[in-house]
């Protein structure tokens, strides 16, 4: 259910012993989800359970960063990253996430668990800059293109590095 919510500036910031922790089925349906999931995001587990995990999606997050995030996954590799996410009375809050597949006992995928901390501030400032140019680059391709223009952003950015992406979101 698409909800619509209005950014604001507040922010909560986790505390340093903090990890949200949920799980999802192939599709990203939310199948589980921790007390301090429930905290940060707003919704109740019952919202929450059965629902899309983008429904804490920030309008800050360039679209071209899920793209990868489920690219690496759905290829059966974890994948690191900082995200901007956003509660439900349109507060927000950083997270540094840790996803990766979830296998059954044939080898198949039978979900995602994501494990997300209190990130680095360096991190949020590198990320949040990258993720302005992202953005602003998907804003002049149009819907259509957005995000391949945002991903030629991101490689443009890491070759200038001389890094991979885990490379660079380990490093910040």
């Not at 439900?88 to 044939?106: E, S």
């Not at 800059?129 to 991101?154: F, Q």
């Amino acid at each position: 259910m698409k909800r619509h919510i209005t950014p604001t500036s507040v922010e909560r910031v986790m505390r340093d012993d903090d990890f949200i922790v949920s799980m999802t089925d192939p599709k990203g349906i939310i199948t589980y989800c921790n007390r301090i999931f429930i905290e940060f995001s707003g919704y109740s587990e019952t919202e929450l359970l059965g629902s899309q995990h983008n429904i804490i999606r920030h309008p800050d997050m360039p679209r071209a960063v899920f793209k990868l995030l489920w690219d690496k996954i759905q290829n059966r590799e974890e994948c690191f990253a900082y995200v901007k996410n956003m509660s439900k009375d349109g507060g927000f809050y950083w997270v540094f996430t840790n996803v990766t597949p979830v296998f059954d006992p044939a080898g198949n995928i039978s979900g995602y668990f994501s494990v997300r901390r209190k990130p680095k501030q360096s991190g949020v400032q590198t990320a949040s800059a990258v993720y302005a140019a992202m953005l602003e680059a998907e804003k002049k391709a149009g819907a259509a293109n957005a995000i391949a223009a945002a991903t030629k952003v991101l490689v443009d950015i890491l070759n200038e590095k001389g890094l991979s992406y885990d490379e660079l979101v380990l490093a910040i």
